[in-house]
């Protein structure tokens, strides 16, 4: 009888700890990120959104109250604070687009640009800062040359807000592509839900602590934004990383120099323009964009012309604020599941509602705070769950060259509304309330176009299979 050598005993299972839980990764292009990846990321891309937010909220205010001083016209505040910004973009967009797009650089092809273009806003903003005093300085320096110490103020304000105008034309443009470059799309909405929540509390910051000094500190808060802006977005720039892109399309063999300049115009308009469903998404944008710059233009004298100072006015924004930063991670919540084009249409249509009733009764102080902070909470609504919508519908690989054609469109509107607004408030008396009514007209367009956007993203494939038409 032969023995049999016992089989070993089982090997004891790993513990928990043993185990190799295997992380979650995020990809975007060649860029992969763990959990920690993407919260180091978030947080140094909405450190420099802060910088540029806090700049934001405060350079459109501050400057219309200083050209207010200066003694400009509401016609010449609609003209530098609405159209100059808008034919800025109109001429600087599609040029730095493409360029940033066909850009390859150690350093990637968006953050160069930044790096060259932030130090130009932030000591515009300085200029801006020193304005009167700049005015004041050549008007005695003229003598009786001088066409006068108003003429001279808002030439010297002119003059540095168009040079801030330009690289911050740049700076946005390219901001958004890096964004697009280096945010995984399956986070994107949420990303720019905490995008704005960053904007918002810049605002609650200026609104309920410095706006009512802009009129009487707007030195001391020009030049400490920019130095903020200046320091924050550079920051940002050298501890966000690109990854590698496929390199561009190569140009034709002996061209001539005009046939390199204006054969990547003429593909820049071919690509963006001929496909009917880009023009839709592109009159989209700009209907929704620019229902809400009436108010914005004009909100300030429209509070001061029923009695209410600056500090009254910036509690308003506060409470916009506060209600938006709350529901703003929601938001980008919902554009991610739901898509930024179902909350266009609707925040659209609340609005269009909403500022047709504000027109008609919003002549005391009361009321016009209620239409007031409700234009701000829709709005900001519209902006926060429509923030992805580039993200979402544009080619990835040239997403800054139809960024930018979109917001060509639209520059034709910026350039228009608010100066035509301002001959109109002039010739009218100044009754500002016909500021909703505009923004309550361009609103209701705005709907009805995005649900058209909508239609057609359905015939592409729809939230299951969309794919950007060639």
């Not at 990854?243 to 001539?256: D, Q």
């Not at 519209?382 to 040239?398: D, E, M």
Request: glycine share 10%; hydrophobic share 50%; with cysteine.
């Amino acid at each position: 009888m032969s023995s049999q050598t016992p089989p070993p005993p089982p090997a004891p299972a790993p513990s928990p700890a043993q185990v190799d839980t295997p992380k979650k990764l995020w990809h975007v292009g060649t860029l992969t990120y763990t959990s920690a990846g993407i919260i180091a990321l978030f947080l140094w891309l909405l450190w420099g959104d802060f910088a540029w937010w806090m700049k934001e909220r405060a350079v459109v205010p501050v400057g219309q109250l200083m050209l207010r001083q200066f003694g400009a016209s509401d016609f010449l505040v609609g003209l530098l604070v609405g159209s100059v910004p808008a034919a800025l973009g109109l001429i600087l967009g599609p040029i730095i687009s493409v360029k940033s797009d066909n850009h390859r650089g150690p350093r990637g092809r968006r953050i160069p640009y930044l790096i060259v273009s932030t130090p130009f806003v932030a000591v515009s903003m300085f200029g801006l800062a020193g304005s009167g005093f700049i005015g004041d300085w050549f008007n005695t320096a003229l003598g009786a040359s001088s066409p006068g110490q108003v003429a001279c103020r808002l030439l010297a304000f002119g003059f540095f807000w168009t040079i801030f105008e330009i690289f911050q034309t740049i700076v946005q443009a390219i901001f958004y592509g890096l964004i697009n470059d280096v945010v995984p799309s399956a986070v994107i909405g949420r990303f720019f839900g905490l995008f704005r929540a960053v904007s918002l509390f810049a605002g609650i910051i200026f609104n309920f602590w410095l706006i009512g000094y802009s009129e009487t500190h707007y030195v001391a808060i020009c030049l400490g934004l920019g130095v903020l802006f200046g320091v924050g977005f550079t920051m940002m720039c050298f501890m966000v990383k690109e990854g590698e892109y496929p390199p561009p399309p190569p140009p034709g063999p002996n061209l001539t120099v005009s046939r390199r300049v204006l054969d990547p115009v003429k593909a820049y308009f071919k690509e963006c323009y001929t496909h009917p469903y880009y023009r839709w998404v592109f009159m989209a944008y700009t209907f929704g964009n620019i229902a809400f710059a009436p108010v914005n233009s004009f909100s300030v004298f429209y509070a001061k012309s029923l009695g209410m100072n600056m500090d009254q006015y910036g509690k308003l924004l506060v409470i916009s604020f506060c209600v938006s930063l709350v529901i703003s991670y929601t938001l980008g919540s919902l554009a991610d599941k739901y898509h930024p084009i179902r909350l266009g249409v609707v925040s659209l249509a609340a609005y269009a509602a909403t500022m047709l009733w504000g027109g008609s009764v919003a002549t005391t102080p009361a009321l016009f705070s209620i239409a007031f902070v409700t234009h701000a909470i829709i709005s900001g609504i519209f902006y926060t769950g429509t923030a992805s919508l580039g993200q979402r519908l544009y080619p990835r690989a040239k997403f800054a060259q139809f960024f930018s054609a979109a917001g060509l469109v639209a520059s034709i509107g910026f350039i228009t509304i608010p100066p035509m607004l301002g001959a109109f408030l002039d010739a009218t008396g100044r009754v500002y309330r016909h500021s909703m009514y505009l923004g309550s007209g361009v609103a209701l367009l705005g709907a009805i176009i995005f649900f058209m956007v909508w239609q057609r993203y359905q015939k592409l494939g729809g939230d299951k299979g969309y794919s950007p038409p060639a």
